[in-house]
């Protein structure tokens, strides 16, 4: 497994799965550590997956200062990642509350970002927070089938402020996945070890975001931007995701039928395709 240091001292550990040319990957959660990414369904069979475990997760050692979760502290250790691996500009995947360490390195560094891919991204970071009423929405494409109906009640009273159990968030699990099979059962039950809550809770905390400077830097990323949604995903929905789109002067969006917010899983074929022509091509 190898490790790098990063700008405090902190040793941070990535892990590589496949070969070809390099794509540094960056979890959600936020704060779960990689392995939840899997191979992306396939990617690694033509791209060198670079997986990093963010400070304080899977292999990685929890920092001295663990004020440093925040995740703006933590566009730094993406900088870091990118000279340990010698690479002037590099391709770039975030998925889920990962897009916004994206965001940020990317506004940072701007010349640093080939292209870049965000899969199902939360846009904190320029201040395009997702809404209940858009959760809600999505969830309630599934209506009229368990165990959606149950999901959706679970998710309605989590969403309305009266519940907010870990019993509650069970129930509505099988809204984030395009299908709720063995597999998707298992990768959420995952959550539970490989996600380091204290970080979590630190990541998005007061002074995370600038979002009017972090908008003025995105339009200065040159490089082809794409941003991946779910069409049955509610974080972001689709119309969302093409506002976020539309920050970077060379972004698209598109959309993956069927998919909730691990698309990887929903279409493997379909998503290691897509992303794979994107990275190779721009288009």
Known sequence: MPTFTTYDGTELAYH????????????GGAMRASVYLGDLGGLAAGRRLILLDLRGTGDSAIPADESTYRVDHQ??????????????????????????LAQLYAAAHPDRVRRMVLVTPTAWAVDLPVT?????????????????????EAY?????????????????????????DDAARAHCAAN????????????AGPGAFDPPATRA?????????LVLAGEL????CPALAGQLAELFPRGAVEVQAGAGHFPWLDDAVWFSARVERFLASGR
Request: a negative charge; charged letters at 25%; one cysteine or more.
């Open 217 to 225: 830097g995105l339009r200065r990323v040159a490089g082809e931007v």
């Open 75 to 100: 566009v730094a250790d993406v900088e870091a990642l990118r000279v340990h691996l010698g690479l002037d500009r590099m391709d770039l995947l975030a998925h889920s509350a990962g897009g916004n």
């Open 16 to 27: 590589v799965r496949g070969e070809g040319e390099p794509l540094v990957c960056l979890p």
């Open 132 to 152: 209940a009423e858009q959760r809600l929405t999505a969830a309630r494409l599934r209506a009229g089938t368990e165990p959606y109906d149950t999901a959706i």
């Open 192 to 203: 539970a070890h490989e996600q380091n809550e204290k970080a979590s809770t630190a990541y």
């Open 156 to 180: 309605e009273g989590i969403l309305g402020g009266g519940v907010d159990s870990d019993e509650a968030w069970d129930l509505a699990a099988p809204l984030f996945y395009g299908r709720w």
């Open 233 to 236: 995903d509610g974080n972001p």
